[in-house]
Structure formats: C-alpha cells, structure tokens
C-alpha cells in the first residue's frame, strides 16, 4: 500500500465515548500532521510532529491527544468530545518540518459527535 | 491577520476554461500550493509556485504573482471529474502553512 492511509474512514461517537483516529504513511517521511476540516472553512492544523517530536500544539482542547510512536504511525485520541467537534480529521506527512515541502494528506475520517 | 481569500463556489460547462482565483495577506510569503479535494477524499497536490509567472501542467495552470499577492489557477478543457473544491495555501515566513476555504467548482454538462 502507497501513501497516507487512514483508519477509521467514518465514526460515530457518543460524547463519553473514547476513541483513537490512525494514520500510517508509507512515504519514507519525517513529519506528520494532524488537521481539522469544517465545513466552509480552511483546514485548522492541530498539531505536527516531526522525528516523533511534537513540534506544534496551535491550542487544541485536551481532549484531543496526539500519539507519534513512530515515524509511520499517527494517532488521535480522542475523549469526551463535543457535538462541535464533528468534522473531517484529515492526517497529512511531508518529508520535512518547516520548509518549502509538500504536504500528502489521507482520505481522512468523517467523524459525528453525538 | 493573516487571511487567504478565495471565492466559494463557482460553476463552469464542460469543455471551457475557468479560473479560480486566490489573495492572500500573509507575513512573508515561500510559497503557494494548489490542492484538489473531491468530496470525501484527500487533497492532492496540484501546483507550487514561489516565482513569478505562471507554470503549466497539462490542462492546468498556476499563476503567481508575489507583489499583488495573487495567484490563480486556470483549467482548460474542462471534464466532469474536475467538479471538486480546490484549496490555495500559502507558505509565510515562519515557514507555517495558511489555508484559503477552498473554492467548490461545479462543471455542468
């Protein structure tokens, strides 16, 4: 399998639920990001990690927890989320952090918070 | 602030051209991709620019240019699989990635 895979593709959850997103990158690349996408408006990143390193946190809830075990494999755990937080999870990688690279971005997981 | 504008929607007929354009108010400027999304998929890269100019690829274009702060990107002969939203993003100087709401284009037969 090539590219950014994602699991699940769709998800619905009650808002005591915990549950985890998946990404896995088969690119050889070094960072990865997680990215919020409504409805209308442009995509909100959440957070990036590069060499396994978070190197951003633009102001997520804590109910949004990232996990980078390795440079393949992202999760987001997700708790106690709101009817708010429904939307497409996008998980995208890059071959680096911080410069003029090009982002390759999964099909992402439909998520609805009940 | 920093702020990407590009129009909402747009409809086109099949076989002509269109052009979608996108502003973009950013600190500093390294770069500005195109993406294609279609409903319910990933985005794929279409384009970078960090020059002046305009660039082609096949039935697609990308313009830039840095001192109005504007881009463009044109499609020639359009088919039915090209009705998707498209995204502009622009690197600022901090090298932190700035995302327009993306543009949906509906392509009538």
């Known amino acids: 399998e090539t590219g950014v895979t994602q699991t699940p593709r769709h998800l619905v959850m009650g808002m005591t639920n915990k549950k985890s997103l998946k990404c896995e990158q088969h690119?050889?690349?070094?960072?990865m990001y997680w990215y919020k996408q409504s409805a209308k408006k442009p995509l909100e990143l959440m957070f990036v990690?590069?060499?396994?390193?978070?190197?951003e946190n633009n102001s997520v809830p804590s109910r949004f927890s990232p996990e980078c075990p390795n440079s393949s494999h992202l999760f987001l755990h997700l708790h106690t989320l709101q009817p708010e937080d429904s939307a497409l999870y996008l998980c995208?990688?890059?071959?680096?952090?911080?410069?003029?690279?090009?982002?390759?971005f999964g099909p992402g997981t439909r998520l609805l918070v009940l | 602030g920093q702020n990407i504008d590009q129009p909402t929607e747009m409809t086109a007929t099949e076989g002509a051209i269109v052009q979608i354009n996108c502003t973009y108010q950013?600190?500093?400027?390294?770069?500005l991709f195109w993406y294609q999304q279609h409903a319910g998929e990933a985005p794929t890269f279409l384009s970078y620019?960090?020059l002046d100019g305009l660039e082609e690829k096949g039935r697609f274009s990308s313009f830039l240019s840095r001192s109005k702060g504007y881009s463009y990107l044109l499609l020639k002969e359009l088919q039915m699989k090209d009705s998707a939203s498209y995204l502009c993003?622009?690197?600022?100087?901090?090298?932190?990635?700035?995302w327009g709401a993306g543009t949906k284009l509906i392509i009538k037969p």
């Open positions: 995208a990688s890059s071959q680096e952090w911080g410069q003029q690279e090009t982002q390759y």
């Open positions: 690119l050889g690349h070094n960072a």
């Open positions: 620019n960090v």
């Open positions: 993003a622009v690197i600022d100087s901090n090298y932190q990635l700035i």
């Open positions: 950013t600190s500093g400027f390294n770069g």
């Open positions: 990690y590069s060499l396994e390193e978070r190197v």
